[in-house]
């Protein structure tokens, strides 16, 4: 169950549900024009960015990008700069876009809860994990760099 109970395993989940959303139960909304098109693919083009610096930042600093499993080494450097989470705000800024590609309105309600799950899920036991493992380090990390963005 561990293996599956992943960020983008959650992100399809709700990626799903927005599309079947869109295609089955428009409920008569729509924001379909070309200004929401470019905006949707901004969002989704920058949360591909975002993971891909981050990534690339754990693979320079050799630890792991498995939310589950406790890292080697605290990445402060790069996108690690500007937020302690890149990746969950890749999910975000992707399901925003997608939602908004698929013209599903009523599914915007999904970013929120998406958050909280990202948040309840992974990041308060990944900084629990951090909290033990690199202690002041991750205590000065944590008073410079904002959670999210």
Known sequence: MRKIDVPPVWLLGFAVLAWLQARHFPMGLSLDNGFVDLLSGVLIGGGIILIVLAAAEFRRHRTTIIPHETPTSL???GIFKRSRN????????ILAGLILRFDAVASLVLIPIFVWLLERRFIVPEEDRMRRTFRADFAR????TRRWI
Do not use: F, N
């Open 75 to 77: 990445v402060q450097s």
């Open 86 to 93: 890149p990746i969950y705000v890749g999910d975000v800024l």
């Open 141 to 144: 990390y944590e008073r410079q």
